[in-house]
C-alpha cells in the first residue's frame, strides 16, 4: 500500500493508530486521583508531542542517514515560525498561507547554509552550522529587529494589515475556520475526561504526513545513497559518485522539516521568538533524536515525546511534592532523599535531561529503540542464531558519523 | 588614530580570554584528540571559584552592638567576618578586598582535580569513539555542569569586584600625547591581559623548555613512537588535560570582574571559542593565540560606531564570517599543519 511493503504498511498504521488515539492513551489515570498529575492528555503538551516529533524525524533524516552532526538546525525552526507569524500580519490567520511558505523560506536558507556548510565534513560541518545558526541569533536580536521585533518577539498587532481578513473570522490562527486552539471534543467518560484538540489533529495528521515522507526516503534508492555517505564517503567518491548534491538535498529536506515545526509552532501559538534559534535549541533537537534511536525511524519520535513529557512532569514536581512521596522514609532519610531529589526536579529538570543525555551516549548510543531491542532479546535468548558474531557476512552497524 | 588604539586595547580583554580558552581546547586537542564542549565550563567553573572564595572570606558572625541602635531602638547587629576578627580588621579587609587575584591560588587545585575527574572517568572513554559521540558527551557534561551552578549559585550574574587598588581607569592617552580622557582603559582590563600573557607564556615555555613538555610534544606528533619507547603518554596527557582545565578556570577567575559570573557564561564563550580554535587551526597551539587576540580586536573595531552605520549588525556576526571565510578557503585555519584535519 502507498508503496510500502506489508511490513511497513502494518508499521506505518500503528503509527497513525497511535497518534489519531494519542489524546486517550496519555490520560491513564482518572481526574482527581492522584496519579492525574502523570497525565499528558492535554493540548498543548500533545501539539508539542508532534511538533517536535516532526522536527526530530526531519532531523534524522539528516543526522541518522548521514552522519552529518548539525548544531544549527533551530535556525530553521526560528524562520519557519517567523514565515507563518509574518503571514498572519500580512495576510490572515489561516495558516494555509503561512505553512507552505515556511516549508519553502526554510528549505531556501537551509539551501544557502547547507552549501556552504557541506563544503567540510565531521566536526567542521558542526561548527560550521553552529557558527550560522549563532549568527541567524545574533542578527535575530539585533539588525534585524524591524523584522524579527527583536527581544519582545513577533506577535500579531491590531494594527497590522491582514488584507484577507474577513468579517467573522477567527482571531487565532485556524485552518479555514477550524480554530487550532478550539478542542472539537472533551468527552467525559466516567472518571476520565479525553481532550480532542482541533490544532493537536491537526499537527497529528502533518506529522503522519512528515512520517510517511520519512518513512519513503528511508526505503528508496535515495535513502540508500545517504546510508553509503555515511559508511564509506570515500569510497562513494573512488566509485565515481559525487555525495555532495546528496548530503545537500538531505540537508535542505531537514531544514525544511525544520520549518515545517517551526511553522506549526506559531500556528498553535501566534507568537516567534528568537530564542527558538538558540544553539541550545539545536542542542535539543540532536538529544531528542540520540535519546530515541538514531537513524531508526520510530527513534526520533520518541525521543522527543519522551523529552517533552519529562519536561512538563518534571518541572511541575516542587519540594512539597517530594516530601507528599517519601513521605513514609524515616524523617532523617527522607529529608536527604529529598534533597537529592530537588536537584533533579522543577528547574532541575535541564540537569536531568543532561544526565540522561550523557548516559544515553555512554552506555545506549542506539537510543530508547535498541534498549528495547536489547530488553526484548533477553527474553528470547533462544533464538540466539540471529546475533550471530560474523563480521565477515553480517557486518556490525558502523559508527553512526561520517569522519 | 586614538579610536583606533582604543578599539585595540578594548579588543584585548575579550581577545585574551579567548586566546586562553582556545590555548586549553586545543591543548586537549592536540594531546587526547578529543573536541571538548564542555571546555567553557571549566572557564565558568572558574569564574565560580572566584566567587566562592569571594563569599567564604567574607563569612561572618553576628555580634550585638549596645552601644548604638538600629531605627527601631533595639541594639544594633554587627556583622564581622570571621576573617577580621582572626587578622585584625585591617588586614582581614584587604584579604576580602583581594579576594579575586588569590582565587587564583584557591581555583589552581579545584581546577586540576576537576580535570582529573573529567578525564580519567569520562573522556577516557571516549578516545576510541567518533568526533560526533565526543561533542555529544562533553555536550551534556557541559549542561549538567551549568545547571548545578545554577543551582547553587542562582541565575543571576553575581558581581565580583576586582581589588580597590585596581578600580578606576588609567589614562592611555596622555601618555601617547593624546588628549586626556580619549583613551582610558581600566586597570583589571590591563591586568587581565597581563596575566593571560604570562599565562601563556608558561604554558608555551614548559612544553619548550622542560623534558616533561618535550616528551608531551613527542606524544603530540606520534603518540605510539612514544608509547613504543616505554613512555606512559597516557598519564602524561592526563596531566596535561588537568593543566588545560586549570588555563581555563584561571580565565575563568581573573574575567569574573569584567563580566559578573553567571551560569551561562561557559556556553557563551564557547561557541566563539571554538571558532576561535578553527580559525588559528586545529591543533596548534601559536596559531590559537594569535586567533584569540585577532579575533577580540576584530570584534571590537566591528563595535565601532562608524563601521555598524556602515554594515549594520557586523558587530554581532564578524567573528563568525571570519570563520567561514577560513573554513571555506583554508580549512587547516591558520597556522594548521598540513593534514591534520583537513576535510
Known amino acids: 500500500m502507498l508503496g510500502l511493503n506489508k511490513k511497513d504498511t502494518r508499521f506505518l498504521l500503528i503509527v497513525i493508530a497511535l497518534t489519531l488515539l494519542t489524546p486517550i492513551i496519555l490520560q491513564p489515570f482518572p481526574e482527581g486521583s492522584s496519579l492525574a498529575q502523570f497525565n499528558a492528555g492535554y493540548p498543548d503538551l500533545m501539539q508539542r508531542f508532534a511538533i517536535f516529533g516532526i522536527f526530530a524525524i526531519g532531523f534524522n533524516i539528516l543526522f541518522g542517514l548521514t552522519g ?108 479555514f475556520g477550524i480554530v487550532m486552539r478550539e478542542n472539537f471534543w472533551v468527552a467525559d467518560i466516567g472518571a476520565w475526561e479525553f481532550t480532542f484538540n482541533n490544532g493537536y ?30 559508511t564509506n564517503q570515500t569510497r562513494l567518491n573512488y566509485t565515481g559518485l559525487n555525495a555532495r548534491p546528496y548530503t545537500l538535498a538531505a540537508f535542505v529536506i531537514s531544514g525544511m522539516y525544520a520549518g515545517l515545526a517551526g511553522g506549526l509552532l506559531a500556528a498553535m501559538d501566534p507568537l516567534a521568538g528568537a530564542e527558538r534559534m538558540q544553539w541550545t535549541a539545536s542542542g535539543e533537537v540532536v538529544l531528542m533524536t540520540i535519546l530515541g534511536g538514531l537513524g531508526t525511524m520510530m527513534g526520533p519520535v520518541l525521543g522527543a515525546g519522551f523529552i517533552k513529557y519529562f519536561e512538563n512532569i518534571f518541572s ?27 536537584y533533579f526536579v522543577g528547574s532541575g529538570w535541564h540537569l536531568t535531561s543532561g544526565l540522561l543525555f550523557m548516559l544515553v551516549v555512554i552506555f545506549l548510543p542506539g537510543g530508547l529503540v535498541e534498549g528495547g531491542q536489547k530488553l526484548a532479546g533477553l527474553f528470547k535468548r533462544g533464538k540466539s542464531d540471529e546475533d550471530i558474531d560474523d563480521p565477515e557476512h553480517q557486518p556490525k552497524q558502523s559508527p553512526h558519523v561520517a569522519e | ?148 551552578v545554577k543551582h547553587w549559585f542562582g541565575a543571576n550574574p553575581i558581581q565580583t569586584g576586582a581589588p580597590e587598588a585596581f578600580k578606576g581607569s588609567f589614562d592611555f592617552g596622555v601618555l601617547l600625547g593624546f588628549d586626556p580622557n580619549l583613551i582610558i582603559y581600566p586597570y583589571w582590563r590591563m591586568v587581565y591581559f597581563g596575566f593571560a600573557a604570562v599565562i601563556v607564556a608558561a604554558v608555551f615555555a614548559f612544553l619548550q623548555f622542560t623534558t616533561f613538555g618535550m616528551v608531551v610534544r613527542a ?125
Open chain 1, 68 to 175: 552529518y552532526l548539525s548544531f544549527g538546525h533551530a535556525a530553521f525552526l526560528g524562520v519557519g515560525s517567523y514565515t507563518v507569524v509574518w503571514m498572519y500580519k500580512l495576510l490572515d490567520y489561516n495558516v494555509i498561507w503561512g505553512l507552505p511558505l515556511a516549508i519553502i523560506t526554510s528549505g531556501l536558507f537551509a539551501l544557502l547554509i547547507g552549501f556552504v556548510s557541506l563544503r567540510r565534513s565531521g566536526i567542521y560541518f558542526s561548527i560550521l552550522t553552529l557558527a550560522f545558526a549563532q549568527m541567524s541569533y545574533n542578527l535575530a536580536y539585533s539588525v534585524l529587529t524591524p523584522i524579527t521585533n527583536g527581544e519582545t518577539g513577533l506577535q500579531v498587532y491590531t494594527d497590522d494589515v491582514q488584507i484577507l481578513m474577513g468579517a467573522n473570522e477567527p482571531q487565532s490562527p485556524h485552518f
Open chain 1, 201 to 230: 489533529y491537526f499537527s497529528a495528521v502533518i506529522a503522519i504526513l512528515a512520517f510517511y515522507l520519512s518513512l519513503r526516503i528511508f526505503r528508496s534508492p535515495f535513502g540508500l545513497m545517504l546510508r553509503a555517505i555515511k
Open chain 1, 316 to 342: 511541575k514536581i516542587n519540594e512539597q511534592v517530594l516530601r507528599q512521596w517519601f513521605g513514609f522514609l524515616p524523617d532523617g532519610l527522607e529529608g536527604a532523599v529529598v534533597w537529592v531529589a530537588e
Open chain 2, 1 to 148: 588614530m586614538d579610536a583606533i588604539l582604543l578599539q585595540i586595547l578594548n579588543g584585548l580583554d575579550k581577545g585574551s580570554a579567548y586566546a586562553l580558552i582556545a590555548l586549553g581546547l586545543t591543548l586537549i586537542f592536540g594531546t587526547l584528540g578529543v573536541v571538548n564542549f564542555a571546555h567553557g565550563a571549566l572557564f565558568m567553573i572558574g569564574a565560580f571559584c572566584a566567587v566562592s572564595l569571594q563569599r567564604l572570606l567574607s563569612l561572618s558572625f553576628e555580634t550585638v552592638d549596645p552601644t548604638r541602635t538600629d531605627f527601631l531602638g533595639n541594639p544594633l547587629k554587627v556583622k564581622t567576618p570571621y576573617i577580621e576578627s582572626w587578622f585584625g580588621p585591617e588586614t582581614g579587609a584587604a584579604i576580602i578586598d583581594w579576594s579575586v587575584p588569590l582565587a587564583i591560588l584557591f581555583s589552581i587545585p579545584i581546577m586540576l582535580l576537576v580535570g582529573f575527574i573529567m578525564e580519567r572517568g569520562l573522556i577516557k572513554h571516549f578516545y576510541k569513539r567518533p568526533h560526533a559521540d565526543q561533542i555529544l558527551v562533553t555536550f551534556g557534561l557541559a549542561i549538567v555542569l551549568q545547571e548545578l
Open chain 2, 219 to 343: 606524544g603530540m606528533a606520534d603518540r605510539e613512537t612514544v608509547g613504543l619507547l616505554g613512555i606512559n603518554i597516557d598519564k602524561r596527557f592526563t596531566i596535561m588535560f588537568g593543566l588545560a582545565a586549570a588555563v581555563a578556570g584561571l580565565a575563568g577567575v581573573m574575567y569574573a570582574p569584567i563580566n559578573s559570573p553567571n551560569y551561562h557564561m561557559g556556553m557563551d564563550f564557547l561557541v566563539l571559542s571554538f571558532v576561535v580554535v578553527v580559525v588559528g587551526g586545529m591543533g596548534s597551539l601559536p596559531g590559537a593565540v594569535l586567533a584569540g587576540f585577532m579575533l577580540g580586536i576584530l570584534e571590537s573595531f566591528a563595535s565601532m560606531n562608524w563601521i555598524k552605520s556602515m554594515i549594520p549588525g557586523i558587530d554581532q556576526i564578524i567573528i563568525y564570517l571570519v570563520a567561514i571565510a577560513i573554513l571555506l578557503t583554508r580549512p587547516r585555519g591558520l597556522m594548521g599543519r598540513k593534514g591534520v584535519m583537513e576535510d
